[in-house]
């Protein structure tokens, strides 16, 4: 049974920064794509980062240069580093294999101004 749990999220300034983790369980964790998606108020989730099995990273445009993702394979756990930190990447955030149904119960990152 796949399991998802994230952690990490918090209110926080403009500009401020955090570190989101998943710690992932039930399945072979090291050779699977992991995603980030967060999912703002009154809107649809969406993908904000991906890091591939063999560790290539994609993110949307609209946190480039700001956000990192990166995983530890002995912990089962992925990371997500949000620097820069704006008013519009207030949302829930979720991490997703997408190889497998399920969804943890997300962290709710909030930035004020």
């Known amino acids: 049974q796949v399991q998802l749990v994230e952690s990490g999220g918090a209110l926080v300034q403009s500009g401020g920064s955090l570190r989101l983790s998943c710690v992932a369980s039930?399945?072979?964790?090291?050779?699977?794509?992991m995603n980030w998606y967060r999912q703002p108020p009154g809107k649809q989730r969406e993908l904000v980062a991906r890091?591939?099995?063999?560790?290539?990273?994609n993110y949307a445009d609209s946190v480039k240069g700001r956000f990192t993702i990166s995983r530890d394979n002995g912990k089962n756990t992925v990371y997500l580093q949000m620097n820069s930190l704006k008013p519009e990447d207030t949302a829930v955030y979720f991490c997703?294999?997408?190889?497998?149904?399920?969804w943890g119960q997300g962290t709710q990152v909030t930035v004020s101004l």
């Open positions: 039930g399945f072979f964790f090291s050779i699977n794509d």
């Open positions: 890091i591939h099995g063999w560790g290539e990273t």
């Open positions: 997703n294999a997408p190889r497998y149904d399920g």
